[in-house]
């Protein structure tokens, strides 16, 4: 017969068990953090109306979109969870409860070219919260702790939240007549990080921007110091437009709640050159980095939207949120080496028969399946030596072997697969349950 | 601006928070169920390349595939989680230890006539053994054990595993001279809890068997009694045939070890009728009834077969799974009202500041979260009345008030939003997490 190569398309990640068991690990922690934090869980669909999902979409959003005809319905697979949210939204305004707090963990496309690293099918997680005509400030510090609660339990200590917020750009660009440039000035300081300050004056010089106001642009941007620091300086600074000031305001509000929610001071920081690309955000924006892996850029971002379902709606929903981009921070945590799963196997403890009397292994794991012990029984006629290859390579913590003799005394060893140490015990559940 | 209406499409499951809550609390405990058995996870891509997807589809289901073409790429979504399963272990085969037992939970794709309770995404629960060369028969009696568990965790009691074997069936038809006519034939009789004998009769006479053929193949199926009586006959008539016969060794055999596993005599049963519309299985077949509520038909289904990969490898890979349609039981079961949430919100307890004080509110909160409550803050500007309206919609058990008073008393009162009786208690997370 005829054989197809069993291959899966590039851009689509596939992991063995024993990374997909850490995968899971991590999506769960995620999962449950934002649980904490008393958000509802929703699952939109993977295909929408095309009309629905690309409502707002343009530009390079939608030549990224797996879009296709079924019958005579033109359909596409969402290209992230902010839309679907918006949809879904607007669609049960009336049965939802203002704040509504949700969290999606999900899997969306995007047809990008595929490369090392870029995937078509990832996963994102996201939290926000949307207001019904307002949503107070406090919520823009809420979502930081989050980050922070969120990324502590997956580990790591040395991390920064910068926070920014995009009225005291637009402001700013008002205030100096660059008002219509600064979507593109924005993108183009957003990459300040990355290209340096030189390179960031002459994209500017090539919008036809005069050099005192590049002056003016740069030296905002450099103004340090701590958070508290640039904060004062933003306030000195003489510039009388009410939407810079709004913004400042903010911020400074933001600054304050996050103090309060137990933010240490190394862990934020006020950062005026984060603006996101996106011309989306219109207040907070936040960006998340590893500091002792800067090369993974922000982990976790997002921000403040003045009106999350226009396309959908009338109703004035204010928004804030934040994603965490699990697939591809998963594919640079692993190729690092830097994560490790709490539990490196599903099963806790291996049962190997080596007895034509099944009765007694079988009723032992069945036991300890009540007691909530992950309990796998090797129940194929192989020697003792493929038996133990087996526990090996799944990296089984524990093995019981019973044979004839164990039946016989009713006495069992419980090896420890990692130290070889074999613990003599009855064969009892509860008194196995204790050893492991 | 021009509103696009915020709609689902047709057969597309998308529910409220508190139906999502209950939805994510049974495909956690069916995944609970299935990691207690020591299988892996698995998760694989949503969109294959349609020459993978559909090596061996045809008829009915090639139909159903969402199939289109971005680039000159011809791609599918999975119309089930079977033929990923087999790509992955071929493409994986080295990687992996067998028997190689795997579960996956994830979202299918079937372009099905748009119905009430039929669904165009659903979710499916699979597990499955797969050996190297052989797999020993036991393990089509561990199958039903998980089935048994996994259905007394979901809160059933009175629920049949019917259990019978292909073999049996394939070997009487060839005794009989009817084995061209065999799949024919097991479709139809497949149909007999709903159209009755007589329509069945009427069926086979279609495809022109003889009316004592037809006597022959209705007293087979009518063969009645207990598990062991139905073995006893099938032991007892007189067919020579040796397919017929390892049927019903294998069926003998699964069923003494069915009881090995702890799955009670009113929970299992051997039925001769049951043969599993498809032609893929080739051995022990499976499919589970809730007897209070049996216009759900099978809730859970599978069988043996043997030789999952043959479309990509020449290995032979025989494997024994089953798999729980999760979307339509879900569908079904709310439907009926016949499940409930263990917890119906997420949030264990809302803290509702009173104050502009917000310094207490949020530390409670932080330190109720480090203790693993559930907890959420209501951080907008409302009157009382709407937080607690709040509270109440959300079905949140327990809500502290902190006002000023509270504040500098150092107590509040702990309310159960289901009684209204009201606990005094310090601001202290570890003494409310006591109370609740």
Same mark, same amino acid.
């Given at each position: 017969m005829a054989k197809v190569e069993p291959r899966t398309l590039p851009g689509f990640m596939e992991l063995l068990p024993n990374e997909q068991i850490l995968f899971d690990q991590i999506k769960q922690t995620i999962e449950d953090s934002y649980k904490t934090f008393g958000f509802l869980p929703i699952d939109t669909p993977i295909i929408e109306l095309s009309e629905v999902l690309l409502a707002k979409a343009g530009g390079e959003t939608e030549k990224q979109i797996y879009r296709f005809e079924r019958g005579d319905t033109d359909l596409s697979l969402r290209f992230d969870l902010t839309v679907p949210l918006a949809k879904y939204v607007a669609k049960n305004y009336g049965n939802l409860s203002f704040p509504f707090r949700r969290y999606q963990i999900g899997k969306v496309y995007r047809g990008e070219k595929a490369q090392k690293g870029r995937y078509r099918e990832f996963y994102q997680c996201d939290i926000d919260i949307i207001g019904d005509e307002t949503l107070d400030i406090i919520n823009d510090a809420e979502l930081p702790s989050i980050i922070y609660f969120t990324f502590k339990k997956l580990g790591? @200590? @040395?991390f920064t939240i910068k926070i920014n917020n995009r009225k005291i750009l637009n402001g700013l660009y008002e205030s100096i007549g660059q008002k219509d440039n600064s979507v593109e000035i924005m993108r183009i300081i957003d990459k300040i990080d990355k290209i340096g300050v030189q390179a960031v004056e002459e994209e500017l010089k090539k919008l036809g921007i005069s050099e005192d106001v590049i002056d003016k642009i740069i030296s905002f941007i450099k103004i340090d110091g701590s958070s508290d620091e640039k904060i004062d300086k933003l306030e000195a600074l003489k510039i009388e437009n009410e939407v810079y000031r709004q913004g400042v305001r903010e911020l400074k509000d933001v600054v304050k709640y996050v103090r309060m929610f137990g933010i240490p001071e190394n862990n934020f920081t006020v950062d #005026?050159?984060?603006?996101?690309? #996106?011309?989306?955000?219109t207040g907070t924006v936040y960006e998340t980095f590893l500091n002792d892996y800067r090369e993974l850029g922000s982990v976790c971002s997002g921000g403040r939207y003045e009106n999350l379902a226009e396309n959908y709606t009338d109703k004035k929903l204010p928004g804030v949120g934040v994603s965490i981009g699990l697939t591809r921070l998963f594919y640079k945590l692993n190729e690092l080496n830097i994560i490790k799963a709490d539990k490196k196997s599903i099963s806790d403890i291996l049962i190997i028969p080596m007895?034509?009397?099944l009765q007694v292994p079988i009723k032992l794991a069945t036991e300890l399946r009540k007691l909530k012990v992950n309990t796998e029984i090797y129940l194929n006629n192989k020697k003792i030596k493929a038996k133990m290859k087996y526990a090996n390579k799944l990296e089984i913590p524990y093995v019981i072997v019973i044979g004839d003799d164990e039946i016989s005394s009713g006495k069992i060893k419980v090896k420890n697969m990692e130290t070889g140490e074999e613990v003599q015990c009855d064969i009892d559940a509860s008194k196995i349950k204790e050893l492991i």
């Open positions: 790591f @200590d @040395d #005026l050159t984060i603006a996101r690309g #996106l011309d989306y955000y007895t034509e009397n």
